[in-house]
């Protein structure tokens, strides 16, 4: 059975960067789209950024990420990545990389993807 495991968040002034992995084990990634999720405290969880199998398709983000966050892969290391540069204190959360196991980012909601990593906190504060 696949998993995936998130690691790089933790607090950060705002105005600050961050770099999420995500890593997918025992199994190669290169055939899966692989999203980003956030949960910030007590709201429900959103779609952050998808990042497709295919070359061909452009990325997806979440309005209020868009020219901040950038979402990337490296398939030899069976890694995807989210850049996450001038961090605000809306962006603290609970981040999760998932994947509902298709080509491309066909979804954003979070009831279609089967497998999710455990999470990792970003904190955004001074």
């Known amino acids: 059975q696949a998993h995936l495991v998130e690691s790089g968040g933790g607090l950060v002034q705002p105005g600050g960067s961050l770099r999420l992995s995500c890593v997918m084990t025992r199994i190669t990634m290169d055939y899966y789209a692989i999203a980003w999720f956030r949960q910030p405290p007590g709201h429900e969880r959103e779609a952050v950024a998808c990042?497709?199998?295919?070359?061909?398709?452009?990325?997806y983000y979440t309005q209020a990420v868009k020219g901040r966050f950038t979402i990337s892969r490296d398939n030899n290391k069976n890694t995807t990545y989210l850049q996450m540069n001038r961090l605000q204190p809306e962006d603290t959360a609970v981040y999760y990389c998932?994947?509902?196991?298709?080509?491309?980012?066909?979804?954003?909601?979070?009831?279609?993807?089967?497998?999710w990593g455990q999470g990792t906190q970003v904190t955004v504060s001074s």
């Open positions: 990042i497709s199998a295919s070359r061909n398709d452009m990325p």
């Open positions: 998932a994947t509902d196991w298709k080509l491309r980012c066909e979804s954003t909601l979070s009831e279609a993807f089967k497998t």
